[in-house]
């Protein structure tokens, strides 16, 4: 199986890692213990699809590493019920009383990954944010998000900064997605290319059949050079404003 991993480092932020390849999903029990994560318990927020097909494998991986685990589906969110949605997300992580190093990992589309993480950022806590997309646009998201933003009815959006401890993007989890969010995946990663080289941007054009099939050695390849190009490009910008 393909492996690649991404240190993203910004100026305002603590640095993260982005594991990337076929059977990261599984080793995330392990990847935490490794991180120094102690806690005896953690969370799993999924969306509706990724608590079908995804919550099983997170499970059985953070049992075997000694986590008891406790997980939220989330039903499709209505955009007018934003506020909501976190003000119930907040209410249950508090009725838990996880302890302040319990790892809270967000398995989801990009609906739900943009809301939990919005939400847990305003919680204010020091619990590791770990990303775990469910698809190919959530997977765009977790390098180069300077602000996840909320209309949540105010006069202005809510915004919070981007900051997971860290993130496991695994093609198998990415395979099964709506069309519309398969497209948007694809879409974005073309358009996140520009932060590469010529040569990377004639590869991608001819490999996004196979991105489109999820391939997992066009995958890897591709979200390990898109990752590290915009981290790179954005730290830049960051540190020049």
């Keep these: 199986m393909t492996k690649s991993r991404v240190i993203v480092e910004f ?35 999924c969306d509706a699809e990724a608590s079908t097909r995804c919550l099983p494998v997170l499970k ?54 943009e809301l939990a993480s919005l939400a847990f950022s305003l919680d204010g806590s020091e619990r590791p944010l770990v990303l775990v997309p469910a698809s190919l646009a959530a997977a765009m998201r977790v390098v180069g998000v300077g602000e996840f933003e909320a209309d949540a009815g105010f006069e202005a959006p809510l915004h919070a900064k981007a900051a997971p401890s860290f993130a496991s993007v695994d093609p198998v989890l990415l395979a099964c997605e709506s069309g519309e969010e398969a497209d948007a995946g694809l879409y974005e990663l073309e358009q996140a290319a520009g932060y590469c080289d010529a040569q990377f941007g004639a590869w991608l054009a001819g490999a996004l059949g196979d991105i489109a099939a ?28």
């Design 60 to 113: 059985e991986t953070l049992s075997a590493a000694d986590f008891r685990v406790t997980d939220i589906s989330v039903p499709p969110v209505d955009p007018a019920d934003a506020w909501s949605c976190m003000g119930e997300l907040l209410g249950a992580l508090a009725q838990m009383n996880l302890a302040e190093d319990a790892p809270i990992i967000v398995c989801a589309g990009v609906e739900l990954s």
């Design 214 to 241: 999820y391939d997992e050695d066009a995958l890897v390849l591709a979200l390990t050079q898109v990752f590290a190009a915009r981290a790179d490009a954005i730290g830049r910008q960051i540190l020049h404003q």
């Design 11 to 45: 100026p305002d932020r603590a640095e993260y890692a982005v594991r990337i390849g076929g059977g990261v999903a599984s080793q995330l029990g392990a990847n935490l213990r490794a991180a120094g994560v102690a806690a005896s318990r953690c969370l799993v927020v």
